[in-house]
């Protein structure tokens, strides 16, 4: 009889198998795998060969503080003017790729049109950028939404990120570590100074969840970094609550080619 029920799951895993195998072919026909970027057809659920040229991965040398990528190496230890000129309260940033055109394409495709299935692409090239964030890490953090806004989108980008890392590096998520207590305005189009006064006072650790954070090592896990002020705002509220250190990954940063970073 045991051997007889074997063979039965056997053939249902098999049946099952070819059904999943049938249903994608299926899919692949009637909707053929696009680009993310340009749309163009793909094979797979990765990028063009145009785009994937185009993507601007950031690697060393860069700020250690900021991760800002330098022109040239200059030396260990060398900090990027803006580390010096205006620390910020998180210790270090890792960032995928420079925020540009396919970039932002990538963002807004994933955080607006739906494309969950993005998440564990974009979640890869984190990991392998956060790579010196992980050693000691306890925990990830994603940068939550306002429950309105939540409701609105239905979905987390930041959330689905560290999901993405923590399968690919082992290390657990922190979902309850962080709370928006602030419906704040959309970031986007505002200046540097309006950013920081937006999300002041955004976020906050509940005293119920303080053993989430105190004496942690946490990695704060965003989409795009552009002035810091959000990430800030995060840094922050995790240390006033015993946060031992607090880095942060995202998967694009804004670069300013206007300034000098070094």
């Known amino acids: 009889m045991d051997t007889a029920a074997t063979v039965q799951r056997s053939g249902l895993a098999r049946l099952a198998q070819g059904l999943r195998t049938t249903l994608r072919l299926g899919l692949d026909t009637a909707l053929p795998p696009l680009c993310p970027s340009c749309r ?21 040398p860069y700020c250690p503080r900021l991760g800002i990528p330098f022109a040239y190496d200059p030396g260990p230890g ?48 984190m990991t392998r950028a956060g790579q010196d964030l992980f050693e000691g890490a306890h ?3 994603p940068v939550p939404l306002h429950w309105r806004r ?42 540097r100074t309006e950013r920081a006064t937006n999300v002041q006072g955004a976020f906050r650790v509940a005293p119920a969840d303080k053993a989430h954070v ?25 240390l006033r609550a015993g946060a031992a250190q607090v880095d ?15």
């Open 40 to 60: 163009d057809l793909v094979t797979g659920n990765g990028l063009c060969p145009t785009c994937w040229g185009r993507l601007a991965f950031i690697s060393a």
């Open 214 to 238: 105190a004496g942690r090592r946490l990695i704060i896990v965003d989409d795009v970094l552009t002035s810091g002020a959000t990430a800030d705002a995060c840094a922050r509220a995790l």
């Open 150 to 191: 939540l409701w609105a989108r239905r979905f987390n980008q930041s959330a689905a990120l560290a999901e993405a890392i923590a399968r690919d590096s082992g290390i657990a998520v922190a979902h309850p570590a962080l709370r928006r207590v602030k419906a704040t305005e959309q970031q986007v189009g505002l200046s």
């Open 248 to 262: 942060v990954l995202v998967f694009a940063r804004v670069v300013d080619a206007t300034r000098t970073p070094i």
């Open 139 to 141: 925990a990830l953090v």
């Open 78 to 125: 060398i900090l990027s003017m803006q580390a010096i000129a205006d620390p910020p309260a998180y210790g270090r940033a890792r960032a995928a790729v420079r925020y540009d055109d396919v970039a932002r394409k990538l963002v807004h495709a994933f955080k607006y049109g739906d494309r969950l299935d993005l998440a564990p692409l974009l979640g890869r090239w």
